[in-house]
């Protein structure tokens, strides 16, 4: 019987070319989107979930409070205080530094710059915490005196084919050590999985820093892990350690400790701002629930368009229940057709998404480790579901179609059934398609909006034609190398620094008591370069004067306190000049300058107005800018002309030779990194926008569903109106106005709701822009002509119907 019922919806298939092609195109669409954006949220779920003790091993998070409600969270714990757990506790099994981050390695004698991998740094004693599978090599055997490095199998296939690498010694290219650095490969292991927030090239395994837990609460941060045996209670063992630690400490200090699982470290590290390799949590409910409305959409357009075909098929079904078929068999007949359809569906999804995945994959940035095509239980879940949905979805239209009287179905009567009088349900499901689409596209439109404000907001400095150069150690050279650089026609200033835009606050913050709040703590973050910072920036002068080479004590030689005590050091800075932010002069209550600050330690001798030092989610931060002289280590900002910066760029190579032959020349320019910030912001604006589309085009295939059912039933009617003398206009009018009214209601619906959506996202910004009543204009009225259009082709095509094929006799 069921070869039989899918013969039968095979023939059908064909007969109604024209309906199947665009239910099918519907529903392969849907189901691509859906299995697609699945795809990346399985593979977000699954970071660090690889690793054989992940419930047991876990970040330590320090948390600074600074007030009663105010604390700040970082990933980052004193380098003395794992080593120091495990001594005390023996729930503590292991520790380990873990962090990953670029490393240039000259393999071959002659490279200039380098292969760029990505390495994780590791102490000698992570052994046992990951799962390494080592392939040659003894690498757990520390070779003093040595970089050791352990290459992955992937790495030692594209650079040392044919080779074995094991004991051989490799050089990177320095930033700050004045000679190559040597690396001994100790041995070769299987690759790192690549759903970990650790992933790697290679493994630099340190020996691991000596360094005891300060009880005055100083030293240095580091990124610590702890493996924790296993069944320990968490929520007590923090307890303990946050007790123990209070009264470890001999100052008043306000840090205490988490203990965050590794596997949450990918999604919940919006605090981490050095950790290379991040998701968002809130990314994946997002994805999770566009991916779901595509699926309603497209399920919603198969109803829709399924119903539309009824009145081409009544006298089939009155005629074969005349010939006794139940309605048992007529139901199973037209879910044989539904799952037919949803069949094709999946193998057309199937086949997009082959296509589709690498360039998602180039989009995101990163490889997909689990995909519907390589992961099993994946894709057994996945057609599983798409079975479910498949019969859930068929069922409506075969109950309808199914309950119609055999008398009245041979009439062509449609209009005294009880299923007929449903249709309000249908054009629900068309107000709720429009709906989707509305909301998708209006917060495509405000996620765009915010990101052009972002981009075009003064943000206290010019970034334009500002040019960095990364990090190094200058070798004693870097004011010589300033002064040549100085000399290039395109350069207007350069300045050596300590800080570069878009990478942190400043070099250093303190916690300065509140003198508007006793008690209560602000953070003054501390920017260092030479005097000419300010000018190579671009800040603008409030009051006072700007730091500068007439004045001998406007900058300090940094470099001759880095073997003092501290208390001298904080003695020495205390009396350092300096200018101050407009934000820090206020919250400091500074009315007078070149007088002390003592709770800042800084003696400003000028304001300037305020500008952003972060990204434009974080508010502008109290800001002291100091000038250092002769400073051994940082990067450099060089003003350029505009329109030189190919020409400096490439005079900057040939004399960064002279001086650094040996080193790693890493330039950028300051906008690009600055745009850089808000790349998630970029992405989420064109991932909303493809889905915008998507949406737009399922709801106007459901809406066309409606129309072509409409112009069915009412055949004759508007063959009498035309006899009669009605125009084409009026009979498009006639067919479209009750649809219209539909995407109105559509638009009503979703405007709140886009509205509170983006008021949610839009708190994470401190600038942002302000929602506009033109933002809901513009997508209504999208929606409305992406509807009219729509609804024109069908109307005006049963319009230009000849009335006397329409007035035949049935």
């Known amino acids: 019987m069921l070869k039989n019922y899918l013969k039968i919806a095979v023939r059908n298939l064909f007969r109604n070319k024209g309906y199947s092609f665009i239910q099918i195109t519907g529903l392969s669409i ?48 004193f380098a003395g205080l794992a080593p120091q757990l495990k001594r005390n506790y023996p729930e503590v099994e292991s520790y380990s530094e873990f962090y990953t981050g670029d490393l240039h390695l000259k393999l071959k004698e002659g490279e200039q710059n380098g292969v760029k991998v990505m390495a994780l740094h590791a102490d000698s004693t992570f052994w046992g915490m990951l799962d390494i599978e080592v392939l040659a090599g003894n690498p757990r055997k520390f070779v003093a005196d040595n970089s050791n490095l352990l290459i992955s199998r992937s790495f030692k296939e594209k650079f040392f084919p044919g080779q074995d690498p094991v004991g051989k010694v ?30 790697a090239d290679v493994i630099w395994v340190h020996k691991g820093r000596v360094e005891e837990l300060n009880p005055k609460g100083y030293g240095s941060f580091s990124q610590n892990y702890i493996l924790m045996r296993p069944g320990t209670n968490m929520a007590g063992f923090t307890a303990k350690v ?148 498949g019969l859930l979805t068929g069922l409506y239209p075969a109950w309808l179609m199914s309950g119609f009287k055999p008398a009245n179905t041979l009439k062509g009567i449609f209009s005294s059934s009880g299923s007929y009088r449903q249709n309000w ?32 907001k003064d943000i206290g400095f010019n970034p334009d034609n500002l040019l960095n150069i990364d990090f190094i150690s200058w070798e004693k050279k870097g004011d010589a190398f300033k002064n040549a650089l100085l000399r290039f026609s395109g350069v207007e200033s350069a300045s050596m620094t300590q800080w570069i835009p878009s990478q942190g606050a400043g070099y250093m913050s303190k916690d300065v008591e509140d003198p508007a709040d006793p008690g209560k703590k602000v953070k003054v973050w501390y920017i260092s370069g030479d005097v000419n910072l300010a000018e190579t920036m671009g800040f603008r002068l409030k009051s006072g004067r700007l730091l500068s080479k007439k004045f001998t004590t406007d900058a300090l030689n940094a470099d001759s306190l880095q073997n003092v005590s501290w208390e001298k050091y904080e003695e020495e800075t205390s009396r350092q000049v300096s200018m101050i932010s407009a934000s820090a002069a206020r919250i400091l209550k500074v009315k007078e300058l070149n007088k002390q600050i003592p ?36 990067g450099m900002l060089i003003r350029i002309k505009p329109g030189t910066e190919k020409n ?29 910030q808000y790349e998630a912001e970029s992405k989420l604006q064109s991932i909303f926008m493809f889905f915008s589309s998507l949406t737009m085009f399922l709801a106007a295939l459901g809406i066309f569903g409606l129309v072509v059912q409409a112009a069915e039933q009412r055949t004759k009617e508007i063959g009498i109106r035309k006899v009669l003398g009605a125009s084409i206009a009026g009979i498009v009018a006639l067919l479209s106005k009750d649809f219209i009214k539909l995407v109105l209601v559509a638009v009503v619906i979703a405007s709140p709701v886009a509205w509170y959506a ?23 009225a999208t929606a409305l002509i992406t509807a009219f259009i729509t609804l024109s082709f069908q109307s005006i095509k049963a319009a230009l119907m000849n009335p006397v094929k329409s007035l035949k006799s049935e």
Request: hydrophobic content about 45%; some cysteine.
């Open 30 to 77: 849907g189901l691509w989107a859906c299995i697609m954006v699945a795809t990346v949220v399985i593979d977000d779920l699954s970071y660090d979930k690889t690793w054989s003790r992940n419930n047991d091993l876990y970040r330590i998070i320090s948390v600074n409070k600074m007030g009663e409600d105010l604390h700040e969270r970082s990933a980052s714990s």
């Open 758 to 780: 983006m008021e949610k996202w839009l708190q994470g910004f401190a600038y942002r822009i302000e929602i506009s009543w033109t933002t809901f204009l513009i997508g209504g």
């Open 170 to 199: 490799i050089y990177d290219v320095p930033a700050y050590s004045t000679k190559p650095k040597p690396f001994l490969i100790t041995g070769i292991i299987e690759d790192l999985p690549g759903n970990s927030h650790l992933r």
């Open 599 to 634: 709770k800042a330690n800084t003696v400003p001798v000028g304001i300037i107005e305020d500008f952003n030092n972060e990204s434009l989610r974080e508010p502008i931060k109290p800001t002291v800018i100091i000038a250092q002289r002769s400073s051994d280590y940082g």
């Open 425 to 456: 349900l249908r054009q629900g499901l068309v107000v709720s398609q429009f709906s989707i689409s509305v909301v998708v596209l209006l917060i495509m439109l405000m996620v765009r909006q915010q990101l052009h404000f972002l981009e075009g």
């Open 242 to 389: 946050n007790k123990w630690y209070k009264g470890f400490v001999t100052e008043k200090r306000t840090y205490h400790f988490e203990f965050q699982p590794m596997t949450d470290v990918y999604l919940h590290s919006d605090f981490a701002n050095y950790q290379t390799v991040k998701g968002n949590a809130d990314n994946v409910y997002i994805f999770s629930g566009v991916a779901i409305l595509l699926l309603f959409i497209a399920c919603v357009n198969f109803v829709n368009l399924s119903t539309g075909r009824t009145f081409t098929r009544l006298r089939e079904t009155g005629v074969r229940k005349v010939l006794s078929a139940s309605r048992y068999q007529i139901i199973l007949q037209y879910m044989t057709e539904a799952m037919l359809y949803f069949g094709i569906s999946a193998v057309l999804a199937t086949f997009l998404y082959y296509f589709s995945v690498l360039p998602v994959e180039n989009f995101l940035g990163y490889h997909l480790v689990k995909t519907y095509l390589t992961n099993l239980p994946f894709t057994i879940f996945t057609l599983a579901a798409i079975f479910l949905t």
């Open 648 to 676: 400096v760029m490439a005079s900057l190579q040939k004399i960064w030779k002279q001086f650094y032959p040996d080193k790693l020349l890493e330039m950028n320019m300051v906008k690009d990194m600055l745009n850089k």
